[in-house]
């Protein structure tokens, strides 16, 4: 089992920044993918960004150039560094952990609400 807890979420101005921690334990060793996903109300929950085990990273269009996935040497802590944020970013975002074993169910955290005024 992996726990995960998000934190540094908020409310910001447009062109602000926030960053994002997911603090994992348990199981760390099972984790491939690490993950941040969000959710607006009323969308469903998209991928954003996702940094692998060997360190590869992937971004949605949307935010390709303003955020950065990173996790630190011990890959126990995931950071979302979000620059010039706008509007349409407000949304829950999620912190998501794939398991190395495909049969095995992702692991989810709690969310974290982030808010961007115009």
């Known amino acids: 089992q992996v726990q995960l807890v998000e934190s540094g979420g908020g409310l910001v101005h447009t062109g602000g920044s926030l960053r994002l921690s997911c603090a994992a334990s348990g199981s760390i060793f099972s984790i491939n993918v690490m993950a941040w996903y969000r959710q607006a109300p009323g969308k469903q929950r998209d991928l954003v960004a996702l940094?692998?085990?060997?360190?590869?990273?992937n971004y949605a269009d949307s935010v390709k150039g303003r955020f950065t996935i990173s996790r630190d040497i011990a890959k126990t802590t995931t950071y979302l560094q979000m620059n010039s944020l706008k509007p349409e970013d407000t949304a829950v975002y999620y912190c998501?952990?794939?398991?190395?074993?495909?049969?095995?169910?992702?692991?989810w955290g709690q969310g974290t609400q982030v808010t961007v005024s115009s």
């Open positions: 998501n952990a794939e398991d190395y074993d495909p049969s095995r169910n992702d692991y």
């Open positions: 940094i692998t085990s060997g360190g590869s990273t």
